[in-house]
């Protein structure tokens, strides 16, 4: 049996990473591993509020690097 996250579980693996540098970036990531109700899933300024500090902590380059802009 084959094991897969949730999409909560998911996008707070991605936003860790340092794959992603937006929450934008994350859905798009999700939506490509075959992830639906996406926006269902990441709703409310809490989680987003969270996923965009992982992603801005974890993304290559680390705090030194320019943040872009939330698209979420």
Not at 25 to 34: F, H, R
Not at 46 to 59: D, G, I, P, S, W
């Amino acid at each position: 049996m084959t094991f897969r996250p949730t999409t909560l579980e998911r996008a707070y693996q991605l936003a860790e990473s340092g794959a992603c540098r937006t929450v934008g970036e994350v859905k798009q990531a999700l939506q490509s591993e075959g992830y639906d109700r996406i926006q269902d899933s990441l709703y409310g300024g809490t989680v987003t509020a969270a996923l965009r500090k992982l992603c801005q902590e974890n993304f290559a380059g680390g705090p030194d690097a320019p943040a872009a802009q939330e698209d979420a």
